[in-house]
């Protein structure tokens, strides 16, 4: 039990310390730079890997916009945004959004 709650801590902190860093790399670079693609992608792999789903596809998405904006629509990087969001998993959670977007 013990070593649960342990880890949980560390997790919480891990979420923290990527949005930290987000926040500051979004102050001091701007939102559309390589840094803050780097930051969505790597923020959307940890909650993807904690099985928050949801979370992880507003960073991939967000990772999709940025790549497409600094490195053109056909970069390995912008593409690999729209690869990730052709997952079925993200396909169905874009949807959600579109449905909930139009009620």
Do not use: W
């Amino acid at each position: 039990m013990a070593d649960l709650v342990m880890m949980l801590i560390k997790l919480c902190l891990i979420f923290q310390l990527y949005e930290e860093a987000h926040e500051l790399c979004t102050q001091v670079y701007g939102e559309y730079s390589v840094l803050a693609a780097r930051c969505q992608i790597n923020t959307g792999i940890h909650y993807e890997e904690c099985g928050d789903y949801t979370k992880a596809y507003r960073y991939f998405k967000r990772y999709g916009e940025v790549t497409e904006e600094v490195f053109g629509p056909d970069h390995p990087k912008a593409v690999r945004g729209k690869n990730i969001l052709n997952e079925p998993m993200y396909k169905r959670l874009h949807t959600e959004e579109t449905n909930n977007q139009n009620s």
